[in-house]
């Protein structure tokens, strides 16, 4: 009865809550529009107030609407902003707050809201979407990145058209090495530069000029006089896209000076409260396939530039100066988990919170974002696997955003797995049980893996497990060797050799769920996507113990990849030593359609229809080769749908995960 209650509701998951079936305790498609997520909590430098960004499932608009909510630091209490907006920023002095928003049919603009009056204002008539906004100290001016449009390269010209005469469109002509770019399309000539424009409004001035991309995260110097940025103005910047370096651009003439100089990525400047210093993220580029961002601190004009993180040996994704300046509090992955530490210039690091949550809702990332107010008090996004990421403030949560209606559900128990791999190494490991999972009991089980391969799952709320846990199936999921989290050695363990020992891995991971008492050995599936999708058509192609599979956004071949993709220059570089053309058997031996000839598995292929990161070719590729080898098979394709928005819109993330367990149910044997 579950079983059809829930093909039912997924089926009219876009109609509204009325014309749905009646309510059901398991968690189903429909599901996905009730829910809500806090991201980007910014807290005013009083610590007073929090603004952040609350997202709403629109079931009529089929998307994850953005609204700005003020949240009361003392209280909880939540006022709403901006019924649609992003990014919100505080003014130095509290009393003001920009962002961006849209109106209907418009280019996103910059706003500008009075918090004391209520009174608001757009400050720029803008023909593309400002990003990166940052006030200047004295709260007069507001900089910002945004494309400014430019000519491509023009080769000839079509015959004069008649007047009224119905031609075909021009020519496309592509001159540039990344000419693509996934979730963004194909690339219209031009490039982002900075601009600045008074904070109550009035015609913005662009500050940087030339065919370079200019961005990142912008830092006013203490005196207004200059802003810090993070740029590749290399003259080969296209062929040498990881080396970008640390500018300062005078605010009067546009006088640009280089601050780093090092081969690798040098980027998100912050300048210290006191204006001697500059901290940045980067790393020196080995070309090898992870290499973690440490904390880098230089004097103000980029002498002495020093690594405050280097035994650390963590990811440092962000980084915040406290106000007296002799310390940065930064986030980082560690052991699954993404937390804050406060990091003295002395190098000393102490660990301040855990437990931060956000990003994907449909698979269990580590995630998160953090701001930190003048007191040091520290607002951040955090949760766990019964739910998604809410706001909190210093350890305590300020909002509760999913807890009435989730009071109804029935959600899948998270339980952690303890696995060994071949090596002695420990994985980390968990699996998700059905809702109404009896102990003692086996159930059907799917194996689900994680993307990148560098990143990492974390016992977080994931819509995708709870769907599939709702249909009767436990949802297995590990880190496996290459994951992030644990050291660049664990990462760098697959570093030009994967596939390879994380498929170890990861059937450790399936047999510990057996030996535990929960999974089924005679009922076992595969799935996963990105790097997940790679797995999973690597697995079929070494073991015959799954049912039936379901490769997402796989890459199938490494050499056509390699040169499909929407940055063409990384995969040759970071995942092998030489070129394509080079040492072909290198790329042939790690992909999966070598291995399609050993396939008895039924495998399903899923792909969205504008991925630009693991193309629709390598989908199509590898559905050929099921279908000419008579392997059940059938392809998916979800329209619209970039590799990084393959689950954007609610109703395609469920129509996603109902044909995997339609097709995983197919060959599901019934006990």
């Known amino acids: 009865m579950l079983r059809t209650a829930f093909a039912l509701l997924l089926a ?96 996103p603009q910059l706003y500008v809201r009075w918090l004391a009056s209520g009174a608001t204002t757009r400050v720029t008539g803008l023909p593309d979407s400002p990003d990166a906004i940052t006030w200047s100290p004295d709260g007069r001016q507001i900089a910002y990145t945004m494309r400014v449009p430019g000519e491509g390269l023009s080769l000839g010209k079509a015959p004069s058209k008649p007047e009224g005469a119905k031609w075909a469109p021009p020519l496309e002509i592509i001159d540039r090495v990344t000419y693509r770019a996934d979730g963004g399309g194909y690339v219209r000539p031009g490039f ?90 980067g790393n020196d580029d080995s070309y090898r396939s992870n290499e973690p961002a440490q904390l880098y601190v230089m004097d103000a004009d980029g002498a002495n530039p020093r690594s405050l993180t280097a035994k650390l040996d963590r990811d440092i994704d962000v980084a915040v100066w406290a106000s007296d300046g002799r310390s940065l509090y930064v986030s980082y992955d560690d052991h699954a988990e993404k937390k804050i530490a406060r990091v003295g210039l002395d190098g000393q690091i102490t660990p301040v919170v855990g437990g931060l949550a956000g990003g994907s809702l449909d698979r269990p990332y580590t995630g998160g974002s953090f701001s930190v107010s003048a007191k040091g008090q520290i607002a951040y996004t955090g949760g766990d696997w019964r739910k998604p990421a809410d706001v909190y403030l210093n350890g305590k949560p300020l909002t509760r955003l999913n807890e009435t209606w989730l009071q109804g559900k029935m959600l899948g128990e998270l339980k952690p797995v ?66 992030t989290s644990y050291g660049a050695g664990f990462a760098n363990l697959i570093d030009k050799n994967y596939p390879s020992e994380d498929y170890d891995d990861l059937m450790a991971a399936v047999d510990a769920a057996i030996a535990q008492g929960y999974a089924d050995p005679d009922n076992l599936f595969v799935t996963g996507g990105s790097g997940g999708g790679v797995l999973t058509s690597w697995i079929v192609g070494k073991t015959d113990r799954f049912k039936a599979a379901a490769a997402q956004k796989p890459v199938i071949n490494w050499i056509s990849e390699a040169l499909t993709m929407d940055n063409t220059g990384f995969t040759s570089r970071y995942w092998f030593k030489k070129q394509p053309w080079e040492d072909p058997m290198s790329y042939w031996a790690h992909s999966p359609l070598s291995l399609v000839g050993n396939v008895k598995t039924p495998t399903l292929v899923v792909v969205g229809a504008e991925d630009y990161r693991t193309p629709v070719s390598e989908s199509e590729q590898y559905y050929a ?32 995960a109902s044909a995997i367990l339609a097709w995983f149910d197919k060959y599901r044997t019934k006990k």
């Open 12 to 107: 009219g998951c876009a109609l509204p809550l009325a014309a749905q079936e009646a309510p059901t305790r398991v968690f189903t498609g429909g599901d996905l529009f009730n829910l809500e997520q806090a991201a980007d909590p910014q807290i005013s430098p009083d610590g007073r107030a929090i603004a952040y960004v609350r997202r709403t499932g629109d079931i009529m608009a089929d998307r994850m609407a953005s609204a700005i909510w003020l949240i009361d630091a003392a209280t909880g209490a939540q006022t709403p902003l901006a019924a649609t907006g992003a990014s919100p920023r505080w003014s130095p002095d509290g009393t003001r707050l920009a962002y961006v928003a849209a109106e209907p049919g418009q280019a």
């Open 418 to 483: 303890a696995v060994t791999a071949k090596d002695g190494r420990k994985i980390d490991a968990w699996i998700v049980l059905p809702p109404n999972y009896q102990p003692g009991t086996r159930v059907p089980t799917i194996l689900e893996i994680h993307g990148g391969p560098h990143s990492a799952y974390a016992p977080v709320f994931s819509t995708d497990y709870q769907l599939y846990a709702a249909s009767g199936y436990a949802v297995v999921y590990a880190n496996p060797r290459g994951s």
């Open 625 to 656: 080769a099921l279908q000419i080898r008579g392997v059940p098979t059938a392809l998916v394709k979800v329209p619209g749908a970039s590799h990084g928005g393959f689950t954007a819109r609610p109703s395609q993330s469920a129509a996603k």
């Open 192 to 281: 982002d530069h900075l601009f600045v424009v008074a904070a109550d409004g009035g015609a913005p001035r662009q500050l940087t000029f030339g065919n370079f991309q200019d961005g990142g995260l912008l830092s006013w110097t203490r005196d207004g006089r200059h802003i810090v940025f993070s740029a590749n103005r290399r003259p080969d910047w296209e062929r040498e896209p990881n080396d970008s370096e640390v500018f300062s651009v005078e605010v009067a003439s546009g006088a640009i000076r280089q601050l780093t100089k090092r081969y690798g990525p040098d980027q998100s400047p912050a300048v210290s409260p006191d204006g001697t210093k500059i901290a940045y993220l």
